[in-house]
T-cell receptor, first 119, second 111 residues
Framework: DAGVIQSPRHEVTEMGQEVTLRCKPISGHDYLFWYRQTMMRGLELLIYFNNNVPIDDSGMPEDRFSAKMPNASFSTLKIQPSEPRDSAVYFC?????????????????FGSGTQLSVL | DAKTTQPPSMDCAEGRAANLPCNHSTISGNEYVYWYRQIHSQGPQYIIHGLKNNETNEMASLIITEDRKSSTLILPHATLRDTAVYYC????????????FGKGTKLSVKP
């Protein structure tokens, strides 16, 4: 499997523009997560989905951020309008539903991230 | 906020064992201890996790104290490629959306 695939790898845009980040999870994984990483705040969970349904979006910073998962193999994170403070690395991760009491397959697989710069 | 405390940085000589400590004194009875690492410019990578017993896999060993208030990740023979930020996390599992990454420990493996 190719792993979690994110695109684009780098995105440079101007303040006020719409930005769309894309993610393809590992085939068969039923959980998908969006994280944001900055020097100041570290790695933060923004939102996660189970079977394409958003479960918890409490980490989404404000209404300018939205995420969708139209099918099991694709998710988008959109920022509209973008601001310089949105500059960060955005990671997508996927996982399987844990099996068994010890959740032996409980692990997150991360993509390579999208480096977003808003000027 | 992260429920763990880790030293901000550590050094290790290449070929020697790297022992990374983590304190999690407020861990709940059925929360797991997870370790991930992040090599520069890459996404975090799962290493190992455990509940009560010590665990070992092809990457590392995890030693959890009997009272579960602390743990140690052991890389038995560190290489230069193990230079990374190592995150110790406690939680009910990634599927619960509560794996909170703290600042981690920056491990530098030196020749």
């Amino acid at each position: 499997d190719a792993g979690v695939i994110q695109s684009p790898r780098h995105e440079v845009t101007e303040m006020g523009q719409e930005v769309t980040l894309r993610c393809k999870p590992i085939s068969g994984h039923d959980y998908l997560f969006w994280y944001r990483q900055t020097m100041m705040r570290g790695l933060e969970l923004l939102i996660y989905f189970n079977n394409n349904v958003p479960i918890d979006d409490s980490g989404m910073p404000e209404d300018r951020f939205s995420a969708k998962m139209p099918n099991a193999s694709f998710s988008t994170l959109k920022i509209q309008p973008s601001e310089p403070r949105d500059s960060a690395v955005y990671f997508c991760a996927s996982s399987l539903t844990p099996q068994g009491a010890l959740a032996t397959n409980e692990k997150l697989f991360f993509g390579s991230g999208t480096q977003l710069s808003v000027l | 906020d992260a429920k763990t405390t880790q030293p901000p940085s550590m050094d290790c000589a290449e070929g020697r064992a790297a022992n990374l400590p983590c304190n999690h004194s407020t861990i709940s009875g059925n929360e797991y201890v997870y370790w991930y690492r992040q090599i520069h410019s890459q996404g975090p990578q799962y290493i190992i996790h455990g509940l009560k017993n010590n665990e070992t896999n092809e990457m590392a060993s995890l030693i959890i104290t009997e009272d579960r208030k602390s743990s140690t990740l052991i890389l038995p023979h560190a290489t230069l490629r193990d230079t990374a930020v190592y995150y110790c996390i406690v939680g009910y599992g990634g599927s619960q959306g509560n794996l909170i990454f703290g600042k981690g420990t920056k491990l530098s493996v030196k020749p």
